[in-house]
């Protein structure tokens, strides 16, 4: 009770909020336009659709390679942010240039000796009147111009994770509007073929999105470099790329797990929608609907955990490792105030359910499964969310090793095999089969609470 008073309380509450509500603006803008373009993608036909949700799918999973590689850098960013230590700033910045510019080298020849084989693992005929062959088209198209967008991609999350270590979110939120705007007049003119350009469909999302990240990325930098005095460590950032030996080692130590471990989650995400589409192209495209609104709910908990990272991080680098107590309640506060905003986003979801999927140009089953699908989402959103946050809390202290057994290796030794026996060796519906699966991240809550709760995340890495 003295917590949730705590919680509560405007100081707390206020700067939470105060570094949270911009991320959150960010990426609820983002994944608002992201739902628009896909609505616009789904005026087109259930097969350019269900293309779009592949490759995205695909994508989601270098997107969070990009972020894992960025993330064991950015620990030791927030706490030299927090200790004031502008040239450890800098030298962290500096690898994760380098670590932008190789994720998008190895990005690149992924998909493109790889691209078709990939998205060929999620086509199977249901008799639901989805094209295997328009659908691969569709997605391959779509997939070759958007690994040119790889490189303002990771530039900018370079940039602005950096940036938010100084606790200045503003500017990236900014850039992220821009970015947005961009693409949701891009989209509506190049899908479409409006105010004179051709039509071209899938091709069109994907060259609208392109832009977009070369709009961003442009102001972020433009705006680092102009405003010296309140991210001093663009001062000299890029006259050279020298890091020390010592601390390239270390972030290497610390940052591996982490960019394995998104790796292996994200392609454990793919791997779980791969067990899904067994059950037909339908599935996938109810999947996709689901999945779009869904990212547009989870921005309470997702911007939290980023939030989280930078305030526990400061308070790591600030305090040191003699004020546990003080570190653990703030850590409790912010899990509970991450799972308080994520039940009134899952009640808003779980309300507006049975309305989202009719805005599709799609099938009433593909509609109704859509429908069943957002309701199981939204009954555990909560439960994500405080699995998000234990996860945040406990890789501040740079245990990434334990973020590693905790997210990626729970979601391939339990969540996959019990979705690949379901998928393969039962005939059990969708519907209670994603429910299953989700069920199974009750377990990560117990472990989530006793590593929190013993405080073995407790450690100032920077020392």
């Avoid at 030299?80 to 240039?97: A, P, S």
């Avoid at 010296?228 to 972030?251: H, I, K, N, Q």
Wanted: net charge positive.
């Amino acid at each position: 009770m003295k917590l949730l008073r705590a919680m509560f309380k405007r100081e707390f509450v206020s700067h939470t909020m105060m570094i949270a509500l911009p991320i959150m603006l960010q990426n609820g803008i983002t994944n608002f336009v992201n739902m628009l373009d896909n609505i616009m993608v789904g005026r087109i036909g259930t097969d350019p659709m269900t293309g779009v949700s592949i490759v995205n799918s695909l994508l989601f999973v270098w997107n969070l390679c990009v972020f894992g590689g960025l993330s064991g850098i950015g620990i030791f960013t927030a706490q030299y942010c927090g200790k004031g230590d502008h040239e450890g700033v800098r030298r962290t910045f500096r690898l994760q240039i380098i670590m932008s510019v190789l994720l998008v080298l190895i990005g690149i020849a992924v998909f493109g000796a790889y691209g078709e084989p990939l998205i060929n693992l999620y086509l199977h005929e249901d008799g639901g009147g989805g094209s295997v062959q328009a659908t691969m088209q569709a997605a391959r198209s779509y997939l070759g111009v958007m690994c040119i967008g790889f490189l303002p991609f990771a530039l900018t999350q370079a940039y602005g994770t950096t940036i938010r270590s100084h606790g200045e979110t503003i500017a990236p939120m900014i850039a992220s509007f821009l970015a947005v705007g961009v693409n949701l007049v891009g989209n509506y003119i190049l899908i479409f073929g409006k105010l004179g350009a051709p039509a071209f469909g899938v091709v069109g999302a994907a060259i609208a999105t392109v832009i977009s990240r070369f709009v961003e990325l442009t102001y972020i930098v433009v705006w680092a470099h102009t405003h010296a005095e309140r991210v001093p460590f663009v001062v000299g950032a890029l006259r050279s790329l020298y890091v020390p030996a010592d601390l390239t080692l270390s972030c290497i130590q610390k940052g591996t797990p982490l960019l394995l471990n998104e790796a292996l989650w994200s392609g454990g995400q793919a791997m779980l929608t791969q067990c899904y589409s067994v059950r037909g192209l339908s599935v996938v495209s109810a999947f996709n609907i689901s999945q779009t609104l869904a990212n547009l709910f989870n921005v309470a908990f997702i911007s939290m955990g980023s939030a989280i990272a930078i305030i526990i991080g400061q308070k790591l680098g600030e305090w040191g490792e003699s004020k546990a107590r003080e570190l653990k309640e703030e850590a409790w506060k912010l899990t509970l105030f991450s799972v308080f905003l994520c039940l009134i986003s899952a009640s808003l979801m779980f309300a507006i359910s049975g309305i989202f999927p009719k805005i599709y140009n799609t099938t009433d089953e593909i509609r109704a499964l859509a429908a069943g699908l957002i309701c199981v989402t939204a009954c555990f959103m909560p439960v994500h969310a405080f699995n998000n946050s234990s996860y945040f809390i406990i890789r501040s202290g740079g245990k990434t090793f334990i973020t590693f057994l905790f997210d990626s290796c729970f979601c391939w030794a339990a969540s996959i095999p019990a979705a690949f026996y379901l998928a393969h060796y039962t005939q059990v519906p969708i519907l209670p089969m994603y429910a299953a699966v989700c069920s199974v991240e009750l377990v990560k809550v117990v472990i989530g609470l006793t590593l929190v709760n013993k405080g073995i995340w407790i450690r100032d890495i920077t020392v």
